[in-house]
């Protein structure tokens, strides 16, 4: 021991450990202190109890020897960082040369273990920038993975470990499998196994028995657990193509057999899998259940799942059958039944072939999915409304060619929404006025708008409206209203989520109470006695014959609210209604229809059935005079 050191001892000024330690923190000596890092020591001066230290962020650094013996930790010769410091030169060198004893060197410095980000923070600085580090590790990674003595895990935020001795990674990788206790720790395991399969030089029996446990956890958990039994499947079948030694044990286990026994469970299946099985899933819907296939590929469209809605219409597109998924999506907007997800996919999509759907009647759809949306905390409706306020072009795209008069119906719809607030709403309806100018009214109120026009209605269909109405005021209004107050009684409610989900349903509710006053107020029922078959009227039957085709179709105009496009019957507001109104037998007519523009000859005119529902006698029938087209 240094001779001042033990005089130092002997007068009582510092302990024999302290001394013991701080004879190996002599001058030139690396060490490390848990605040300031690696340093280096400059110099004792022992007469005034103090050692100097040089830190990269200060030099000569004074530390009073207790402390300095207590906080500092030597750091030998051999360490990374005192051959960094020693010979930066050859390190930059050596990284280039021969990595893996750099990530040697690394490893026994730091206790034979360590996290990429302690790995990379020895590295970044002064031997690599940012991008040259990841570019590195990349690829020392697999030198690291070939050499046998690291084990690297497959989570980032564990240590890579410096073996002992050489372990093969075949054998590692089996090793591993065998040890995986959890479905996703298996599927991790059979990854890896598959991206090295051409390691294995003798894979009949070293991966035999691994498709063998395969098939049994397969057939084991299919009821409980079946997004793991179709991964396993999956992986099952990559094995034995890469390596066509192995043989499966059970040839009823099949995708195709898999996916046709959870046809009615796949879409709580699908958004379990990885992104690429899924894809692999629906691409095999066509072969596995046959020519209904698209069914269950159309439910799964209207799935809340992004990626099955992204993937399903390339499904189609290659099974030849976008002309029934474009039906689905037309049928869907009309009814205003198409999901949020499918929304934003088509609005995404729509400067392709799904073009023609993108029109006025989307607006309303996006609408009705917002607003069911609101009563659902799983919905992921955010994406939709967010689209259609970021997007700037969606709106105009929709209204392209519009008449005034429907841009105007989506306004007021526009208005009445409980979606968006006042001033949102003030924005989305400037982008339809910057379109139709003359409608700046319809929210200014500078003009009095025009007085609704009389809705000429069959009986019937009065009936069923009244119907809705009043069981609107005498049923759900009330129960709405009770729900709001028990809601209340919970108190707080700035966090009552039933609070605000029943006020949010209150206004759907008040909405759909106005739109029926309004509708019912102009309502004049009939039963389309004595129409006027001199010409096409309300209440007749036409009988039209294709000009080019010879073939004939026959269409029976009833009122606003009567439609059966199946039964060939049509309200007189439809625009092949309106285009009949006022011709007589003999006339040719120009009919416009899904795009599609033909002529016909009116054959003959007869009086359509009477309705037979009795009238209410608290309204007024009136006759069913023609109303012209505007």
Same mark, same amino acid.
């Given at each position: 021991?240094?001779?001042?050191?033990?005089?130092?001892?002997?007068? +009582?000024?510092?302990?024999?450990? $302290? =001394? &013991?330690? /701080?004879?190996?923190?002599? !001058?030139?000596? %690396?060490?490390?202190? #848990?605040?300031?890092?690696?340093?280096?020591?400059?110099?004792?001066?022992?007469?005034?109890?103090?050692?100097?230290?040089?830190?990269?962020?200060?030099?000569?650094? +004074?530390?009073?020897?207790?402390? $300095? =013996? &207590?906080? /500092?930790?030597?750091?030998? !010769?051999?360490? %990374?960082?005192?051959? #960094?410091?020693?010979?930066?030169?050859?390190?930059?060198?050596?990284?280039?040369?021969?990595?893996?004893?750099?990530?040697?060197?690394?490893?026994?410095?730091?206790? +034979?273990?360590?996290?990429?980000?302690?790995?990379?923070? /020895?590295?970044?600085?002064?031997?690599?920038?940012?991008?040259?580090? #990841?570019?590195?590790?990349?690829?020392?990674?697999?030198?690291?993975?070939?050499?046998?003595?690291?084990?690297?895990?497959?989570?980032?935020?564990?240590?890579?470990?410096?073996?002992?001795?050489?372990?093969?990674?075949?054998?590692?990788?089996?090793?591993?499998?065998?040890?995986?206790?959890?479905? #996703?720790?298996?599927?991790?395991?059979?990854?890896?196994?598959?991206?090295?399969?051409?390691?294995?030089?003798?894979?009949?029996?070293?991966?035999?028995?691994?498709?063998?446990?395969?098939?049994?956890?397969?057939?084991?958990?299919?009821?409980?657990?079946?997004?793991?039994?179709?991964?396993?499947?999956?992986?099952?079948?990559?094995?034995?193509?890469?390596?066509?030694?192995?043989?499966?044990?059970?040839?009823?286990?099949?995708?195709?057999?898999?996916?046709?026994?959870?046809?009615?469970?796949?879409?709580?299946?699908?958004?379990?899998?990885?992104?690429?099985?899924?894809?692999?899933?629906?691409?095999?819907?066509?072969?596995?259940?046959?020519?209904?296939?698209?069914?269950?590929?159309?439910?799964?469209?209207?799935?809340?799942?992004?990626?099955?809605?992204?993937?399903?219409?390339?499904?189609?597109?290659?099974?030849?059958?976008?002309?029934?998924?474009?039906?689905?999506?037309?049928?869907?907007?009309?009814?205003?039944?198409?999901?949020?997800?499918?929304?934003?996919?088509?609005?995404?999509?729509?400067?392709?072939?799904?073009?023609?759907?993108?029109?006025?009647?989307?607006?309303?759809?996006?609408?009705?999915?917002?607003?069911?949306?609101?009563?659902?905390?799983?919905?992921?409706?955010?994406?939709?409304?967010?689209?259609?306020?970021?997007?700037?072009?969606?709106?105009?795209?929709?209204?392209?060619?519009?008449?005034?008069?429907?841009?105007?119906?989506?306004?007021?719809?526009?208005?009445?929404?409980?979606?968006?607030?006042?001033?949102?709403?003030?924005?989305?309806?400037?982008?339809?006025?910057?379109?139709?100018?003359?409608?700046?009214?319809?929210?200014?109120?500078?003009?009095?708008?025009?007085?609704?026009?009389?809705?000429?209605?069959?009986?019937?269909?009065?009936?069923?409206?009244?119907?809705?109405?009043?069981?609107?005021?005498?049923?759900?209004?009330?129960?709405?209203?009770?729900?709001?107050?028990?809601?209340?009684?919970?108190?707080?409610?700035?966090?009552?989520?039933?609070?605000?989900?029943?006020?949010?349903?209150?206004?759907?509710?008040?909405?759909?109470?106005?739109?029926?006053?309004?509708?019912?107020?102009?309502?004049?029922?009939?039963?389309?006695?004595?129409?006027?078959?001199?010409?096409?009227?309300?209440?007749?039957?036409?009988?039209?014959?294709?000009?080019?085709?010879?073939?004939?179709?026959?269409?029976?105009?009833?009122?606003?609210?009567?439609?059966?496009?199946?039964?060939?019957?049509?309200?007189?507001?439809?625009?092949?209604?309106?285009?009949?109104?006022?011709?007589?037998?003999?006339?040719?007519?120009?009919?416009?229809?899904?795009?599609?523009?033909?002529?016909?000859?009116?054959?003959?005119?007869?009086?359509?059935?009477?309705?037979?529902?009795?009238?209410?006698?608290?309204?007024?029938?009136?006759?069913?005079?023609?109303?012209?087209?505007?």
């Amino acid at each position: 021991m240094d001779a001042e050191l033990e005089k130092l001892v002997e007068s +009582g000024k510092l302990t024999a450990r $302290a =001394a &013991d330690q /701080l004879e190996k923190l002599r !001058p030139g000596t %690396f060490c490390l202190h #848990k605040s300031w890092g690696f340093g280096r020591v400059a110099e004792w001066n022992l007469l005034l109890n103090q050692i100097l230290i040089d830190f990269p962020g200060k030099k000569a650094h +004074g530390m009073q020897l207790t402390y $300095a =013996a &207590d906080n /500092l930790t030597v750091i030998p !010769p051999e360490h %990374f960082l005192a051959k #960094k410091a020693n010979d930066l030169k050859s390190i930059r060198e050596l990284v280039k040369k021969d990595p893996t004893a750099v990530m040697r060197n690394v490893l026994e410095s730091l206790g +034979g273990s360590a996290t990429v980000t302690q790995i990379s923070q /020895l590295m970044l600085g002064d031997i690599f920038t940012e991008p040259e580090w #990841k570019r590195w590790w990349d690829s020392t990674k697999k030198l690291l993975n070939k050499e046998g003595y690291f084990l690297i895990p497959t989570k980032k935020s564990e240590p890579i470990q410096l073996r002992g001795e050489k372990v093969s990674r075949p054998n590692e990788l089996i090793t591993f499998f065998d040890h995986a206790r959890q479905p #996703k720790e298996q599927a991790a395991a059979l990854d890896q196994i598959i991206k090295f399969h051409h390691e294995f030089d003798k894979p009949e029996t070293q991966l035999q028995p691994i498709v063998n446990t395969i098939e049994e956890a397969a057939a084991r958990n299919q009821r409980l657990n079946p997004a793991l039994v179709f991964e396993l499947v999956m992986a099952r079948d990559d094995l034995i193509e890469r390596c066509p030694q192995l043989k499966t044990t059970n040839s009823n286990l099949t995708l195709n057999r898999l996916i046709a026994e959870e046809e009615t469970r796949l879409i709580t299946i699908l958004p379990k899998l990885p992104a690429s099985k899924e894809r692999r899933v629906l691409a095999a819907l066509p072969a596995s259940l046959g020519p209904g296939w698209t069914v269950r590929g159309l439910q799964l469209m209207q799935s809340n799942h992004a990626r099955a809605v992204l993937q399903i219409p390339r499904v189609f597109a290659e099974a030849g059958m976008q002309g029934e998924l474009r039906a689905f999506l037309h049928r869907g907007i009309r009814e205003h039944s198409v999901t949020s997800e499918a929304l934003v996919w088509l609005c995404k999509e729509r400067e392709g072939e799904w073009r023609e759907l993108i029109t006025p009647d989307l607006l309303g759809a996006i609408l009705s999915a917002l607003e069911r949306d609101q009563h659902n905390e799983n919905s992921r409706g955010s994406k939709l409304r967010d689209l259609l306020l970021d997007d700037r072009e969606l709106i105009p795209d929709m209204f392209a060619g519009a008449e005034p008069s429907v841009a105007r119906d989506a306004m007021r719809r526009l208005m009445l929404t409980p979606v968006f607030d006042e001033l949102t709403k003030r924005s989305l309806l400037a982008r339809i006025i910057k379109l139709y100018p003359e409608l700046e009214s319809v929210i200014t109120g500078e003009q009095k708008e025009e007085k609704s026009a009389a809705l000429v209605v069959s009986w019937s269909s009065l009936d069923k409206r009244k119907a809705e109405y009043e069981e609107l005021v005498n049923k759900k209004i009330p129960e709405n209203s009770k729900e709001i107050g028990v809601a209340r009684s919970y108190g707080d409610l700035r966090e009552n989520f039933e609070f605000k989900a029943a006020k949010e349903m209150q206004a759907v509710l008040m909405r759909r109470k106005s739109e029926l006053e309004a509708a019912l107020h102009n309502a004049r029922g009939t039963a389309f006695e004595s129409p006027d078959t001199s010409q096409v009227s309300i209440g007749t039957i036409v009988t039209l014959r294709d000009s080019d085709s010879g073939k004939e179709e026959v269409y029976t105009v009833l009122g606003a609210w009567d439609g059966d496009p199946e039964r060939g019957i049509i309200s007189y507001q439809t625009a092949i209604g309106q285009a009949l109104l006022g011709h007589k037998i003999g006339e040719v007519v120009t009919l416009t229809n899904d795009n599609d523009t033909r002529r016909f000859a009116i054959l003959s005119i007869s009086p359509a059935p009477v309705d037979v529902t009795a009238p209410d006698p608290s309204l007024t029938e009136v006759p069913a005079e023609p109303v012209a087209a505007e």
